[in-house]
T-cell receptor
Framework: DTEVTQTPKHLVMGMTNKKSLKCEQHMGHRAMYWYKQKAKKPPELMFVYSYEKLSINESVPSRFSPECPNSSLLNLHLHALQPEDSALYLC??????????????FGDGTRLSIL | AQRVTQPEKLLSVFKGAPVELKCNYSYSGSPELFWYVQYSRQRLQLLLRHISRESIKGFTADLNKGETSFHLKKPFAQEEDSAMYYCAPGNDMRFGAGTRLTVKP
């Protein structure tokens, strides 16, 4: 299995809802990432987990809460989001973490819309 | 921090013409650089990495330490090459701004 799988593909939620995005990889990669991508913009790094520990948080608002239950899974818990949080959320993994010089494998993303 | 710059947001060429997408980097030490491509409605995927020195889909990229550049080149562009192209440092997970390539028939 050489894929990164993200669920759900689409998510519509209200500003008071709580939801979670999920990401899974079975390539034995030890680093996993969350990115936010707005239309016609490059992916913006949000969080990096390296060996299941949070190693980078790019000053992301606390309404986004990442979780790495094990080396294959990465979650992004959402609560009290704002309309400007509507975007494509990408998950990626790499064999080693930042500094390891390994390429990333990306999922298809979850398209999130906040009403 | 390791940073890359892609000076062109948009690039348009005709089919069969040569194409060069520019990427400049700004950090010391041994750079590790990648090109990623995002076709319409497809996932972001690795196109090239500088240490492999290979050609993928006719694209090549050479690291020029003197000019601190890692430009992506293809001698004869095809319509299916139309996509977003991102340069990224391998030791930092922050992408360049990207270049949207359009190959016209």
């Amino acid at each position: 299995d050489t894929e990164v799988t993200q669920t759900p593909k689409h998510l519509v939620m209200g500003m008071t809802n709580k939801k979670s995005l999920k990401c899974e990889q079975h390539m034995g990669h030890r680093a996993m990432y969350w990115y936010k991508q707005k239309a016609k913009k490059p992916p913006e790094l949000m969080f990096v987990y390296s060996y299941e520990k949070l190693s980078i948080n790019e000053s992301v608002p606390s309404r986004f809460s990442p979780e790495c239950p094990n080396s294959s899974l990465l979650n992004l818990h959402l609560h009290a989001l704002q309309p400007e949080d509507s975007a494509l959320y990408l998950c990626a993994s790499s064999q080693r973490g930042p500094g390891g010089g390994q390429p990333q494998h990306f999922g298809d993303g979850t398209r999130l819309s906040i009403l | 921090a390791q940073r890359v710059t892609q000076p062109e947001k948009l690039l348009s060429v005709f089919k069969g013409a040569p194409v060069e997408l520019k990427c400049n980097y700004s950090y010391s030490g041994s750079p590790e650089l990648f090109w990623y491509v995002q076709y319409s409605r497809q996932r972001l995927q690795l196109l090239l990495r500088h240490i492999s020195r290979e050609s993928i889909k006719g694209f090549t990229a050479d690291l020029n330490k003197g000019e601190t550049s890692f430009h992506l080149k293809k001698p004869f562009a095809q319509e299916e090459d139309s996509a977003m192209y991102y340069c990224a440092p391998g030791n930092d997970m922050r992408f360049g701004a990207g270049t949207r390539l359009t190959v016209k028939p």
